[in-house]
């Protein structure tokens, strides 16, 4: 019996010690991680002399708000591509979980005539694509959507990892019992879906949909190729073309060279560069603590594909 207990006893030391250790190897990866980030606010709020000749640093000697001054001096524009950002993030994320999620219950349907052919085509585009040019054409040509904020919206609803996601997850968490007896109680499959499904779909919804609210706040690529007015430039596009109009101005030959020199030290290129970083990334860092709960659910249940 004291044999049994000693090798209890040091079963669960043997755990604890391995726990410590795991513990210890995620904090390091933590600050790994979190070291870049607290560079960059660091290096957004630090004085661009000190920038330039001492480089950047995790704890800056002197602070200083040039960076964010020089972007805020877009004013108007600022938050007017901001707003253009949230609608396109919003709608689009709203838009794509409702398309994908009415996708995703088809595709575990088993007697649906048409499951085969939805599942091979949301496979396609998972392994081939037309290629860019193709696409600008497409869209331009034949949609008609160039400087149209539809075409920041319509090309990332819906993702064929996100479909997989949610349909495993309707597989796996949804009993198939529960949708049988909705319909023998006489709900049609509209009413299933939205009354039963859907509402029981809310830990992946949350998952998917910050996956996609990070992806359509990130898009810049589009807005590039697609957007021509200022008043639909979406705020990734906005802080690229402050970057670039910073660094034009910083490397332009036409200028004096003790004209130059002077600008250079009023114009903050490093300071800003992270305050556009910190712009963008901000409401990313605020938002994400609220769906992590739903983020880490939702990423488990649907992690096995079948």
Same mark, same amino acid.
Request: proline letters at 4%; a positive charge; aromatic letters at 10%.
């Given at each position: 019996?004291?044999?049994?207990?000693?090798?209890?006893?040091?079963?669960?030391?043997?755990?604890?010690?391995?726990?410590?250790?795991?513990?210890?190897?995620?904090?390091?990866?933590?600050?790994?991680?979190?070291?870049?980030?607290?560079? @960059?606010?660091?290096?957004?709020?630090?004085?661009?002399?000190?920038?330039?000749?001492?480089?950047?640093?995790?704890?800056?000697?002197?602070?200083?708000?040039?960076?964010?001054?020089?972007?805020?001096?877009?004013?108007?524009?600022?938050?007017?591509?901001?707003?253009?950002?949230?609608?396109?993030?919003?709608?689009?994320?709203?838009?794509?979980?409702?398309?994908?999620?009415?996708?995703?219950?088809?595709?575990?349907?088993?007697?649906?005539?048409?499951?085969?052919?939805?599942?091979? %085509?949301?496979?396609?585009?998972?392994?081939?694509?037309?290629?860019?040019?193709?696409?600008?054409?497409?869209?331009?040509?034949?949609?008609?959507?160039?400087?149209? !904020? !539809?075409? !920041?919206?319509?090309?990332?609803?819906?993702?064929?990892?996100?479909?997989?996601?949610?349909?495993?997850?309707?597989?796996?968490?949804?009993?198939?019992?529960?949708?049988?007896?909705?319909? @023998?109680?006489?709900?049609?499959?509209?009413?299933?879906?939205?009354?039963?499904?859907?509402?029981?779909?809310?830990?992946?919804?949350?998952?998917?949909?910050?996956?996609? #609210?990070?992806?359509? %706040?990130?898009? %810049?690529?589009?807005?590039?190729?697609?957007?021509?007015?200022?008043?639909?430039?979406?705020?990734?596009?906005?802080?690229?073309?402050?970057?670039?109009?910073?660094?034009?101005?910083?490397?332009?030959?036409?200028?004096?060279?003790? #004209?130059?020199?002077?600008?250079?030290?009023?114009?903050?290129?490093?300071?800003?560069?992270? #305050?556009?970083?910190?712009?963008?990334?901000?409401?990313?860092?605020?938002?994400?603590?609220?769906?992590?709960?739903?983020?880490?659910?939702?990423?488990?249940?649907?992690?096995?594909?079948?």
């Amino acid at each position: 019996m004291k044999q049994q207990r000693g090798i209890v006893l040091h079963h669960k030391k043997r755990h604890g010690a391995g726990q410590v250790i795991l513990a210890v190897f995620l904090l390091i990866i933590t600050i790994l991680c979190a070291l870049p980030i607290e560079l @960059i606010f660091a290096s957004a709020f630090a004085d661009e002399t000190l920038l330039t000749t001492q480089g950047f640093m995790f704890f800056p000697t002197q602070l200083s708000m040039d960076g964010f001054n020089a972007v805020l001096r877009y004013g108007k524009q600022l938050f007017t591509s901001y707003g253009v950002t949230l609608l396109i993030t919003v709608t689009g994320t709203v838009l794509g979980l409702i398309i994908m999620a009415m996708y995703a219950n088809c595709l575990t349907m088993s007697d649906f005539p048409l499951r085969r052919f939805l599942i091979v %085509w949301a496979m396609i585009p998972m392994l081939f694509s037309g290629g860019q040019l193709s696409t600008y054409i497409i869209y331009t040509s034949m949609y008609h959507l160039r400087d149209n !904020l !539809l075409v !920041l919206i319509l090309p990332l609803c819906v993702s064929t990892m996100n479909l997989i996601i949610l349909r495993t997850y309707i597989q796996t968490s949804i009993p198939k019992e529960l949708m049988d007896s909705a319909r @023998i109680d006489g709900a049609g499959e509209y009413r299933t879906f939205f009354q039963i499904v859907l509402p029981l779909m809310k830990p992946s919804l949350a998952a998917v949909g910050f996956m996609m #609210a990070t992806a359509y %706040w990130n898009d %810049w690529q589009n807005a590039l190729l697609f957007i021509t007015s200022n008043n639909k430039k979406p705020l990734q596009l906005l802080l690229i073309n402050i970057q670039k109009s910073i660094e034009t101005l910083l490397s332009t030959r036409n200028i004096p060279s003790s #004209a130059l020199a002077a600008m250079q030290g009023s114009i903050p290129q490093y300071s800003a560069t992270m #305050a556009t970083v910190v712009m963008v990334i901000g409401p990313i860092m605020i938002v994400y603590p609220f769906f992590q709960k739903y983020f880490i659910k939702g990423m488990t249940i649907g992690s096995v594909k079948g």
